[in-house]
């Protein structure tokens, strides 16, 4: 029953730590914002066969994310995924053509660089706020995302740019993070990835998350607008200093 349950390339133990580990990292990102994504695909790294760790990462975030925005699209801002979606199928139709290994370290020195300035620098200008900067933001993080799967942070960090209520702030996240994963599959998947085998894992993967994240959000309640910003920043300079340390250490 457990060989039907399992891809092949996971024993059960590895397995059950990493379901453990989805609830965890969901509950992280949904009580503070960002985070938990990138500990997830961490820690896939360190078990799952390289060909499968984005692939396989993304289709669980697609489910977290998904179920998170079940949770808090009322609150979502309407407008801004609305010119999130278009950058979604331009970047994921510029990353399909060139589906190759681009070097890492430039991306994560990159992608840190712009998380500390959106966390710490000024305010960006009310045109980078707009549709268009919106527009050009969803098309490099969704191009960025097949290559490295971490710009999570980086399009949380551009989002905080847009918003103090912290449920504006986690249900549009939520719903821009959910447009990116959706086309990553299908990507992978014309690019050859056997997705069947990992889905019945990915499944308990998602009912993993979507209780972390309904006890992430009741602790959202708890706090201020203003507590869970400072959080949010400090979680975002913490993945931030991460990328720095993984480019210079590699």
Known sequence: MIDVFLPAALDPLTAGLLLAASLVTSMITAAL?????????????????????????GLVQLGSNTGRFAMTWRRADWGALAAFAPG????????????????????QVT???FILFLCWGPSLPAAALGRTGIL???????????????????????????????????????????MQHLPKALVFGLAGF????????????IA???VGTRLGLH????????????LFSIILTLLALRLLWQALAS
């Open 33 to 57: 914002g960002a985070g938990g994504g990138v500990l997830l695909l961490a820690l896939m790294a360190l078990w799952l066969p390289p060909v499968a760790i984005i692939p396989v990462h």
């Open 194 to 205: 056997h997705f069947p085998e990992w889905l019945p894992w990915v499944g308990g993967m």
């Open 136 to 178: 050009l933001a969803s098309t490099v993080t969704s191009f960025i995302t097949l290559f490295v799967g971490a710009t999570g942070p980086l399009v949380a960090a551009f989002i905080k740019q847009l918003h103090e209520d912290r449920f504006r702030t986690i249900a549009t996240f939520s719903g821009a993070m959910t």
């Open 111 to 113: 992608i840190a660089g």
């Open 88 to 107: 979604v199928i331009l970047g994921m139709l510029a990353g399909a053509l060139v589906l190759v290994r681009l070097p890492e370290q430039l991306w």
């Open 219 to 230: 602790l959202v309640h708890r706090m201020g607008d203003h507590t869970f910003q400072r």
């Open 208 to 210: 993993c998350g979507l």
